[in-house]
Nanobody, 122 residues
Framework: QLVESGGGLAQSGESLTLSCRAPGKNLYWYAVSWFRQAPGKEREEVACISSSGGRRNYTDSVKDRFTVSRDNPKNMVYLQMRNLIAEDTAVYFC?????????????????WGPGTQVTVSS
């Protein structure tokens, strides 16, 4: 199980940073992705980071606004969200996959968090 935190209410144009931690696990060996799901919409992957941190991918709608990062000594992964817009309103989830390739993102995940709500008002 993963645990997300940092969600909340923001005004359009503001920033929020989400955190993902893994109690009892060492995220060092895991690729991690951030997903979101808005009401009535499919869940979408917004960002991923390889276990080494060397590869980071973003969906087009968040490129240049969101930054995924990790602090392996602290066993944490972050999603910094800037210039938020109303369309970013969703429940955000982190997911982790044990990988053998430290330079790849994952497609199948071993652990998920329960999610944290982000609401952006315009």
């Amino acid at each position: 199980q993963l645990v997300e935190s940092g969600g909340g209410l923001a005004q359009s144009g503001e920033s929020l940073t989400l955190s993902c931690r893994a109690p009892g696990k060492n995220l060092y060996w895991y690729a991690v992705s951030w997903f979101r799901q808005a009401p009535g919409k499919e869940r979408e992957e917004v960002a991923c980071i390889s276990s080494s941190g060397g590869r980071r991918n973003y969906t087009d709608s968040v490129k240049d606004r969101f930054t995924v990062s990790r602090d392996n000594p602290k066993n944490m992964v972050y999603l910094q969200m800037r210039n938020l817009i109303a369309e970013d309103t969703a429940v955000y989830f982190c997911a982790a996959a044990l990988v053998s390739n430290s330079r790849s993102c994952a497609t199948n995940f071993d652990y998920w968090g329960p999610g944290t709500q982000v609401t952006v008002s315009s």
